[in-house]
């Protein structure tokens, strides 16, 4: 075999290969240039220890976020739960990345939510069927959907008080049963499923797993979770099937089954725009998005009216208003006293300001991204938080004071952001605003109340609870 190397191509070799060499480190630096500041941590595990250590505190955002604000600016990267992301604060950020929901970034959810809610619901869909569901859940919520949704609203919280409020001056946990009330709305109210004893605990059991490990080793959270959710598809198949059956006898896919959501599923069940477990997830779906979101944005209101007596005061002098306007003191209300009730929502808004019920979300980068003058690579992760503006003073003049007035003014858009926004803004939002104004309504025209602990620390698991259950004291008014 012959060894010899001609001098000449070996010199060219190697200047090719240099030249390769420099041309991709340089390329390599000039996209590590642009990628935001901040620190990937440890292989993996990134700052995930960090970021967990402040949300169990109920401290993410000052301790995580804000503590690195202040170190890199409002965009920085970090690794989290093994995944490059960046985190992103502002209006200008809450604007870009919501609205461009599907053209630069989708949304993107722990496998374990995916799994648990389905991957038909609506968290999980793109485009078109996107437009489908939306479409349908927004029809049950229109103005003329509203109107039939407030007696029905009313009649379950009248109910709901007798039940459980009523028999003298007592003790009672507000968060705990602002959760049955919750869950009874959404499944009675909004989707015409009645509850059944057992069922609000098969809900909470999937919900539990929802943001857990997705680890099915047996006795786990999240097997526990996948179980229950195994057996509500199952009732909720038989349920859809009755509804269908029913639906079909009467010849009624073409109404609109009285305003009834599942009804309006079905409906378009029968029209072949969505399948079976299309309904089923997307019922697994929305109660999960509004179950613990709107209890907790309940137990806030109290807790900020406990605090705050002057507002607690303007506040009842208008449900007082409303109240003297029936002619009979068991009168249902109205949409239209709904819509007088313009100062218990800006009491409910600032609320819900300063302890946002979702704290933000994350979006998945589809395409490589400039932003804030950074690149971020398709692939990477980017987390919008409620708080990043919510807590600012650029958006809300002394962000830690309670001050349900300063809603009287418009506030920059994006930066008031509970519901999140774009596309993907929450769907249930006037269902959200509906239950908060009439359960409020009917608690204080028809009790005295005063909270047991005024300071009951939150706890965080991962969406926020008080810890304690919120004791609440009640004395029931003489009618
Ligand atoms: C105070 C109560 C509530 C709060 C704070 C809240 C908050 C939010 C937020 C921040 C999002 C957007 C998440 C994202 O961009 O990734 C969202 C989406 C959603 N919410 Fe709510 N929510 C509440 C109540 C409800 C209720 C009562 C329902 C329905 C009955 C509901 C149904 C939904 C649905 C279906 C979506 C997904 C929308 C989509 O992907 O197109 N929410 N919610």
Same mark, same amino acid.
């Given at each position: 075999m012959n060894l010899e190397v001609n001098p000449l191509s070996f010199l060219v070799v190697i200047v090719a290969i240099a030249s390769l060499a420099f041309v991709m480190k340089n390329c390599k630096s000039k996209i590590e240039r642009k990628l935001p500041p901040g620190k990937m941590g440890l292989p993996w595990i990134g700052e995930t220890i960090d970021f967990y250590k402040a949300q169990k505190k109920n401290r993410l955002y000052q301790d995580f976020i804000q503590a690195r604000i202040r170190k890199h600016g409002l965009t920085f990267k970090t690794r989290l739960m093994g995944h490059p992301t960046v985190v992103v604060s502002g209006a200008e950020a809450n604007k870009f990345f919501l609205s461009n929901e599907f053209k630069l970034v989708v949304s993107s959810w722990p496998s374990s939510s995916v799994q648990l809610m389905g991957e038909n619901s609506i968290m999980e869909k793109q485009g078109e069927a996107h437009r489908c569901l939306r479409g349908i859940v927004a029809t049950s919520l229109s103005s003329s959907g509203l109107e039939n949704l407030v007696p029905r609203i009313c009649n379950t919280v009248t109910m709901h008080l007798e039940r459980y409020?009523?028999? @003298?001056e007592k003790t009672i946990s507000l968060y705990g049963l602002t959760k049955v009330l919750t869950f009874t709305i959404v499944l009675e109210c909004l989707l015409g499923i009645e509850v059944k004893p057992g069922m609000l605990e098969m809900f909470e059991k999937v919900l539990e797993g929802v943001f857990a490990a997705p680890f099915s080793f047996p006795g786990s959270k999240f097997s526990r979770a996948k179980r229950a959710r195994k057996e509500i598809e199952e009732m909720l198949v038989e349920i859809v099937r009755d509804r269908r059956r029913e639906m079909e006898k009467q010849e009624q896919e073409q109404s609109d089954g009285g305003g009834i959501l599942l009804s309006k599923f079905v409906a378009a069940m029968i029209r072949g725009e969505i399948t079976e477990a299309e309904v089923a997830d997307n019922i697994v779906l929305l109660v999960f998005a509004a179950h613990d979101t709107t209890s907790f944005a309940i137990a806030m209101t109290f807790r900020m009216l406990a605090h705050h007596p002057n507002c607690y005061a303007l506040l009842r002098k208008e449900h007082d208003n409303i109240m003297r306007s029936k002619s009979e003191p068991d009168e249902s209300l109205t949409y239209e006293d709904v819509k007088q009730m313009n100062y218990t929502w800006q009491v409910a808004r600032e609320s819900i300001r300063i302890f946002p019920p979702i704290f933000g979300s994350f979006r998945k980068a589809i395409q490589d991204i400039e932003f804030d003058g950074y690149m971020i690579p398709k692939g990477w992760k980017v987390l919008w938080t409620a708080y990043g503006t919510h807590y600012d003073s650029k958006y809300?003049?002394? /962000? %830690?004071r309670f001050e349900? @007035? *300063?809603?009287?003014e418009l506030v920059q /858009?994006?930066?008031?952001?509970p519901f999140g @926004? @774009?596309? *993907? %803004?929450?769907?249930g939002y006037q269902l959200a605003k509906l239950n908060i104004l009439i359960f409020v309504h009917y608690v204080v025209t028809r009790y005295n109340w005063t909270l047991e602990n005024l300071d009951e620390p939150i706890t965080v698991d991962p969406l926020p609870f008080p810890s304690q259950g919120m004791p609440i004291r009640i004395y029931p008014k003489l009618q």
């Amino acid at each position: 075999m012959n060894l010899e190397v001609n001098p000449l191509s070996f010199l060219v070799v190697i200047v090719a290969i240099a030249s390769l060499a420099f041309v991709m480190k340089n390329c390599k630096s000039k996209i590590e240039r642009k990628l935001p500041p901040g620190k990937m941590g440890l292989p993996w595990i990134g700052e995930t220890i960090d970021f967990y250590k402040a949300q169990k505190k109920n401290r993410l955002y000052q301790d995580f976020i804000q503590a690195r604000i202040r170190k890199h600016g409002l965009t920085f990267k970090t690794r989290l739960m093994g995944h490059p992301t960046v985190v992103v604060s502002g209006a200008e950020a809450n604007k870009f990345f919501l609205s461009n929901e599907f053209k630069l970034v989708v949304s993107s959810w722990p496998s374990s939510s995916v799994q648990l809610m389905g991957e038909n619901s609506i968290m999980e869909k793109q485009g078109e069927a996107h437009r489908c569901l939306r479409g349908i859940v927004a029809t049950s919520l229109s103005s003329s959907g509203l109107e039939n949704l407030v007696p029905r609203i009313c009649n379950t919280v009248t109910m709901h008080l007798e039940r459980y409020w009523n028999g @003298g001056e007592k003790t009672i946990s507000l968060y705990g049963l602002t959760k049955v009330l919750t869950f009874t709305i959404v499944l009675e109210c909004l989707l015409g499923i009645e509850v059944k004893p057992g069922m609000l605990e098969m809900f909470e059991k999937v919900l539990e797993g929802v943001f857990a490990a997705p680890f099915s080793f047996p006795g786990s959270k999240f097997s526990r979770a996948k179980r229950a959710r195994k057996e509500i598809e199952e009732m909720l198949v038989e349920i859809v099937r009755d509804r269908r059956r029913e639906m079909e006898k009467q010849e009624q896919e073409q109404s609109d089954g009285g305003g009834i959501l599942l009804s309006k599923f079905v409906a378009a069940m029968i029209r072949g725009e969505i399948t079976e477990a299309e309904v089923a997830d997307n019922i697994v779906l929305l109660v999960f998005a509004a179950h613990d979101t709107t209890s907790f944005a309940i137990a806030m209101t109290f807790r900020m009216l406990a605090h705050h007596p002057n507002c607690y005061a303007l506040l009842r002098k208008e449900h007082d208003n409303i109240m003297r306007s029936k002619s009979e003191p068991d009168e249902s209300l109205t949409y239209e006293d709904v819509k007088q009730m313009n100062y218990t929502w800006q009491v409910a808004r600032e609320s819900i300001r300063i302890f946002p019920p979702i704290f933000g979300s994350f979006r998945k980068a589809i395409q490589d991204i400039e932003f804030d003058g950074y690149m971020i690579p398709k692939g990477w992760k980017v987390l919008w938080t409620a708080y990043g503006t919510h807590y600012d003073s650029k958006y809300f003049e002394d /962000p %830690l004071r309670f001050e349900p @007035g *300063r809603f009287d003014e418009l506030v920059q /858009p994006f930066s008031y952001v509970p519901f999140g @926004g @774009g596309p *993907r %803004l929450c769907a249930g939002y006037q269902l959200a605003k509906l239950n908060i104004l009439i359960f409020v309504h009917y608690v204080v025209t028809r009790y005295n109340w005063t909270l047991e602990n005024l300071d009951e620390p939150i706890t965080v698991d991962p969406l926020p609870f008080p810890s304690q259950g919120m004791p609440i004291r009640i004395y029931p008014k003489l009618q």
